[in-house]
């Protein structure tokens, strides 16, 4: 054998000192000095040998593989291999910044950030490109953070596709801004594709976010994780004058966040029950102005149901962002659909000008109460509603049908609340009661309770209270006559007295002459 080459033990124990060597050295750079894996503590240390191999060169890998030259100096010992870089072979992404200043809560569960990507947004840009072309189309001129504000992204997503515009000769410079902006308008063939997309949808508002996004605030937001307590629906209620009992039935209904019954004779004050009910749930949610779903735009935002209350942003350079703007806060919502519902109103409306969709009420509900008044005298028949609704009430999720011929599944998530003076037995089958969990009667006052509301409303209305003509009241016209006490006559009654002395010149107070006059005029015609 040749002294001078290694013999291929010498080969194997260098290549072993390498090894050794260099999985120590990732391992200290990985974990900054834990201690070694269990697996490199048990194996055994080679007796270092006289031919040890060099160390291994920028190739290391091939050292360790068995490619290794002759070494220069048989003598000199093996040397730790060179560190790796950190970032080898490593893709890191962005992380999206935490929200300044807030924080999680009942009030508020969530909160919809920035977006950082589109791609990672799920947005679609062919849209997003559009929408951008119909708004410089209808403004004529515009900036390019006022077209980032238009579509409610930040400016550094939207000055890409400003730029690819401007290279395709779709839009000009037509001067600069001191925030190192640009006033974009127009070319003759931006016009003209403009005048295209402005045909197939007029839609130019905020970009719409995806239909999955969109579930998932959803679940983040559910009105079935609220929980509230006696305390909640003591807050909600404190302007009411209800019954304790009537608390007591009426707290474990709501806190299901399900469906209950709301029925008793009229005037007792279902619907004010019904409408105060949301107050007992978190404050705020977060709902998008609009969805995108396969290239079709749906608004959900609708200011005449929803209540908004935005947190406060900066504005323009300096807006350092911390939520995504294409999404409205709003109070919980509680939306009343009473004798005008119909079964339109319970799907997707499109608009065919401007080829937009417009949400349905039980979507524009969702995390929030929506109440059935005066259930059993919509135009529609009872069968049709209930038919629509016997799935969704039990699975929580509905089936919407879009113009375009897709069908998406949306959450179905609300306190429904059928509020009615009719018997709801004589109203629905027992397929349909069974998934109404809750059926709670709002009985007629006692008398204590009714005297009760003439204190109180007498405060409103700004009469002096005078407990003597309340008395003359009851034992006068409801006692002899076995007439029931209902919540809103106490109101009623007392609005007729003011108006008698309004109109007659007299001083606004009660006496039992007034009331004699109010009771002639309110219950002439009633049973």
């Given at each position: 054998?040749?002294?001078?080459?290694?013999?291929?033990?010498?080969?194997?124990?260098?290549?072993?000192?390498?090894?050794?060597?260099?999985?120590?050295?990732?391992?200290?750079?990985?974990?900054?000095?834990?201690?070694?894996?269990?697996?490199?503590?048990?194996?055994?240390?080679?007796?270092?040998?006289?031919?040890?191999?060099?160390?291994?060169?920028?190739?290391?890998?091939?050292?360790?593989?068995?490619?290794?030259?002759?070494?220069?100096?048989?003598?000199?010992?093996?040397?730790?291999?060179?560190?790796?870089?950190?970032?080898?072979?490593?893709?890191?992404?962005?992380?999206?910044?935490?929200?300044?200043?807030?924080?999680?809560?009942?009030?508020?569960?969530?909160?919809?950030?920035?977006?950082?990507?589109?791609?990672?947004?799920?947005?679609?840009?062919?849209?997003?490109?559009?929408?951008?072309?119909?708004?410089?189309?209808?403004?004529?001129?515009?900036?390019?953070?006022?077209?980032?504000?238009?579509?409610?992204?930040?400016?550094?997503?939207?000055?890409?596709?400003?730029?690819?515009?401007?290279?395709?000769?779709?839009?000009?410079?037509?001067?600069?801004?001191?925030?190192?902006?640009?006033?974009?308008?127009?070319?003759?063939?931006?016009?003209?594709?403009?005048?295209?997309?402005?045909?197939?949808?007029?839609?130019?508002?905020?970009?719409?976010?995806?239909?999955?996004?969109?579930?998932?605030?959803?679940?983040?937001?559910?009105?079935?994780?609220?929980?509230?307590?006696?305390?909640?629906?003591?807050?909600?209620?404190?302007?009411?004058?209800?019954?304790?009992?009537?608390?007591?039935?009426?707290?474990?209904?709501?806190?299901?966040?399900?469906?209950?019954?709301?029925?008793?004779?009229?005037?007792?004050?279902?619907?004010?029950?019904?409408?105060?009910?949301?107050?007992?749930?978190?404050?705020?949610?977060?709902?998008?102005?609009?969805?995108?779903?396969?290239?079709?735009?749906?608004?959900?935002?609708?200011?005449?149901?929803?209540?908004?209350?935005?947190?406060?942003?900066?504005?323009?350079?300096?807006?350092?962002?911390?939520?995504?703007?294409?999404?409205?806060?709003?109070?919980?919502?509680?939306?009343?659909?009473?004798?005008?519902?119909?079964?339109?109103?319970?799907?997707?409306?499109?608009?065919?000008?401007?080829?937009?969709?417009?949400?349905?009420?039980?979507?524009?509900?969702?995390?929030?109460?929506?109440?059935?008044?005066?259930?059993?005298?919509?135009?529609?028949?009872?069968?049709?509603?209930?038919?629509?609704?016997?799935?969704?009430?039990?699975?929580?999720?509905?089936?919407?049908?879009?113009?375009?011929?897709?069908?998406?599944?949306?959450?179905?998530?609300?306190?429904?609340?059928?509020?009615?003076?009719?018997?709801?037995?004589?109203?629905?089958?027992?397929?349909?009661?069974?998934?109404?969990?809750?059926?709670?009667?709002?009985?007629n006052p006692p008398e204590a309770d009714f005297r009760k509301l003439f204190e109180i409303m007498?405060?409103?209305?700004?009469?002096?209270?005078?407990?003597?003509?309340?008395?003359?009241?009851?034992?006068?016209?409801?006692?002899?006559?076995?007439?029931?006490?209902?919540?809103?006559?106490?109101?009623?009654?007392?609005?007729?007295?003011?108006?008698?002395?309004?109109?007659?010149?007299?001083?606004?107070?009660?006496?039992?002459?007034?009331?004699?006059?109010?009771?002639?005029?309110?219950?002439?015609?009633?049973?």
């Amino acid at each position: 054998m040749n002294p001078a080459k290694p013999s291929s033990d010498t080969k194997q124990s260098a290549a072993e000192d390498q090894l050794d060597a260099l999985l120590s050295r990732i391992h200290s750079l990985s974990s900054d000095g834990a201690k070694p894996r269990a697996e490199e503590q048990s194996r055994p240390k080679q007796t270092p040998r006289p031919a040890a191999a060099p160390p291994p060169s920028a190739g290391g890998a091939a050292a360790v593989s068995g490619a290794v030259n002759p070494p220069r100096n048989p003598a000199t010992p093996a040397a730790p291999a060179p560190p790796l870089p950190h970032s080898a072979n490593v893709q890191v992404r962005p992380q999206a910044p935490a929200l300044l200043g807030f924080t999680p809560s009942r009030d508020e569960p969530w909160r919809p950030a920035e977006p950082q990507d589109a791609y990672e947004s799920r947005i679609n840009e062919t849209l997003l490109e559009a929408i951008v072309y119909r708004f410089l189309r209808n403004i004529g001129e515009c900036a390019g953070r006022r077209v980032a504000d238009q579509v409610k992204l930040p400016f550094r997503m939207v000055e890409p596709i400003l730029n690819r515009l401007k290279s395709d000769q779709r839009v000009a410079y037509k001067s600069s801004t001191s925030t190192n902006d640009y006033v974009y308008v127009l070319t003759e063939s931006g016009r003209e594709i403009a005048r295209l997309m402005q045909q197939d949808c007029t839609y130019y508002g905020a970009c719409p976010v995806s239909l999955t996004d969109y579930v998932n605030s959803v679940k983040k937001q559910t009105i079935e994780g609220q929980f509230p307590k006696k305390v909640d629906l003591e807050r909600a209620f404190s302007d009411l004058l209800i019954n304790p009992q009537m608390l007591i039935r009426l707290g474990p209904a709501v806190a299901s966040g399900r469906g209950m019954f709301l029925f008793g004779f009229p005037g007792n004050g279902k619907t004010s029950i019904a409408e105060r009910v949301t107050g007992a749930f978190g404050k705020y949610l977060w709902i998008p102005r609009a969805v995108e779903i396969d290239g079709a735009v749906m608004r959900v935002y609708d200011p005449m149901n929803h209540e908004i209350a935005m947190p406060e942003a900066g504005s323009g350079i300096l807006d350092i962002g911390g939520f995504d703007k294409r999404w409205v806060r709003i109070k919980r919502p509680t939306i009343v659909a009473g004798g005008e519902l119909t079964l339109d109103m319970l799907e997707v409306q499109f608009n065919p000008e401007s080829n937009i969709s417009e949400s349905p009420l039980q979507l524009k509900s969702n995390c929030g109460t929506l109440v059935i008044d005066d259930f059993g005298r919509q135009k529609m028949s009872v069968d049709q509603l209930l038919n629509r609704w016997i799935i969704p009430l039990e699975k929580r999720y509905d089936f919407l049908n879009m113009a375009n011929g897709k069908k998406i599944q949306v959450p179905f998530d609300q306190l429904v609340i059928f509020s009615t003076n009719l018997e709801p037995k004589d109203l629905v089958d027992d397929a349909f009661l069974r998934r109404i969990p809750y059926k709670i009667e709002v009985p007629n006052p006692p008398e204590a309770d009714f005297r009760k509301l003439f204190e109180i409303m007498c405060k409103i209305t700004k009469i002096p209270y005078n407990a003597e003509a309340i008395d003359y009241l009851i034992k006068t016209h409801y006692l002899p006559v076995n007439r029931p006490f209902r919540n809103c006559q106490p109101r009623d009654l007392l609005l007729q007295v003011r108006n008698f002395c309004l109109y007659n010149d007299l001083k606004v107070e009660l006496k039992n002459e007034y009331f004699d006059f109010a009771v002639d005029n309110y219950f002439s015609v009633m049973t």
